[in-house]
């Protein structure tokens, strides 16, 4: 099962990517303003992810639907 937590884009850099589904952080979700970073993985949360809030899919779909993450403009 996927895991999902969200981080300020600034830490993406300590990311262990080897321990993450995304291979690189151009492939990772980032909230519309580019501050948050979504990270998935499988299994135990990486060390360098400690203490972060874990997302259910389910959670995180929730947390997309909000302003922050999906834009209300049509294109």
Do not use: C, N
Request: hydrophobic share 30%; net charge negative; charged share 30%.
């Amino acid at each position: 099962m996927r895991t999902y937590v969200i981080a300020d884009t600034s830490e993406a850099s300590s990311f262990d990517f080897d321990q993450l589904v995304d291979i690189d952080e151009s492939y990772s979700r980032k909230s519309l303003d580019g501050s948050k970073i979504l990270a998935r993985y499988v299994g135990d949360q990486p060390s360098f992810l400690g203490g972060k809030t874990e997302y259910t899919h389910a959670e995180i779909l929730d947390v997309f639907s909000h302003e922050d993450w999906t834009s209300s403009e049509s294109e």
